[in-house]
């Protein structure tokens, strides 16, 4: 298909045809997969996209977490055909995903990063910093909390469960 939420890159079949992936990653509510050309594939599962893999011999390839997904093949939107044979199709019913390359050097200026807070696991986010993010604020907890600028990747479910863990209003 031409696109999903948003239109693919010009190109985007054949800039991806033949790379090699060099590292899998993630930064906020993203999927990212840098390739041996420098380019990282950004992709964003929306609220119902998910990833299955598939073999030749048509017998599904079960990872450690393994949940099933969703088969049907009219929301089969993109498949990446590896060269074992393996296909990782991405489905999603309601399109809301979206996938982006960006070019060598430009990842941390791209208008889909370069705004993004401070990641919600790691050593930086401590009450250090979360109380010179909030100083001066007036905004609800909640909407703090799930201001991306602020903290990136938190979503509505994950604020709600430990708002609600912490005893701590999410209008406070």
């Known amino acids: 298909r031409p696109n999903l939420r948003f239109p693919f890159p010009d190109d985007f079949a054949a800039r991806l045809t033949g790379r090699q992936v060099t590292t ?9 997969v840098h390739l041996d050309d420098d380019t990282v594939l ?14 030749d011999d048509e017998a599904e390839i079960a990872g450690r977490f393994h949940h099933p997904r969703g088969k049907s093949a009219v929301h089969d939107h993109v498949v990446f055909q590896l060269d074992d044979g393996t ?14 390359l960006i070019g060598s050097g430009a ?13 919600p696991v790691g050593n930086r986010l401590d009450a250090i910093l979360l109380a010179e993010k909030f100083a001066g604020r007036a905004a609800p907890l909640k909407a703090a909390l799930l201001d991306q600028r602020i903290i990136a990747g938190l979503g509505n479910i994950y604020v709600c469960e430990a708002l609600w863990r912490a005893r701590l209003s999410p209008r406070r």
């Open 24 to 32: 899998l990653g993630r930064r906020a509510k993203y999927l990212l």
């Open 42 to 55: 950004l992709m964003h599962l929306g609220m119902s996209g998910s990833f299955r893999m598939e073999h």
């Open 107 to 119: 990842f941390d200026d791209h208008p889909l990063i370069r705004d993004l807070g401070v990641e």
């Open 87 to 100: 296909r990782v199709v991405y489905n999603d019913p309601r399109r809301f995903g979206y996938m982006t």
